[in-house]
């Protein structure tokens, strides 16, 4: 089973940056696809970006060209690299692994938090004009 613990949440102005990185550990982590999901007040959970252990990356529509997901295998730790941040990035984000995401799926399954089966407790990210 998968332990997730997300850091580097906080305020920022729009059209700044922020990184935010994920711990992880459980027995063969490294076996897990993983990725980042966001959360507003009333809005549903949405898959931000994925990384996959048998696909490359994949990115909301809304992030691609801003965010950039990357993992340190070595050190069990997840990235989400954040520039050019809008309001409308203000939400709580979550890392999650699975081992369920597979090549054959679409970037909308991928990106599906009902297919992801271990979550961390959330950071916050909050962005102003």
């Known amino acids: 089973q998968a332990q997730l613990v997300e850091s580097g949440g906080g305020s920022v102005q729009s059209g700044g940056s922020l990184r935010l990185s994920c711990a992880a550990s459980?027995?063969?982590?490294?076996?897990?696809?993983l990725g980042w999901f966001r959360q507003a007040p009333g809005k549903e959970r949405e898959g931000v970006a994925a990384?996959?252990?048998?696909?490359?990356?994949s990115y909301a529509d809304s992030v691609r060209g801003r965010f950039t997901i990357s993992r340190d295998n070595a050190k069990n730790t997840l990235y989400l690299q954040m520039d050019s941040l809008k309001p409308e990035d203000t939400a709580r984000y979550y890392c999650?692994?699975?081992?369920?995401?597979?090549?054959?799926?679409?970037?909308?399954?991928?990106?599906?938090?009902?297919?992801?089966?271990?979550w961390g407790q959330g950071t916050q990210v909050t962005v102003s004009s």
């Open positions: 999650a692994a699975t081992t369920r995401a597979t090549r054959a799926m679409t970037t909308a399954w991928r990106l599906s938090p009902r297919i992801w089966d271990y």
């Open positions: 459980g027995n063969s982590y490294s076996t897990y696809s």
């Open positions: 990384l996959g252990r048998s696909f490359g990356t």
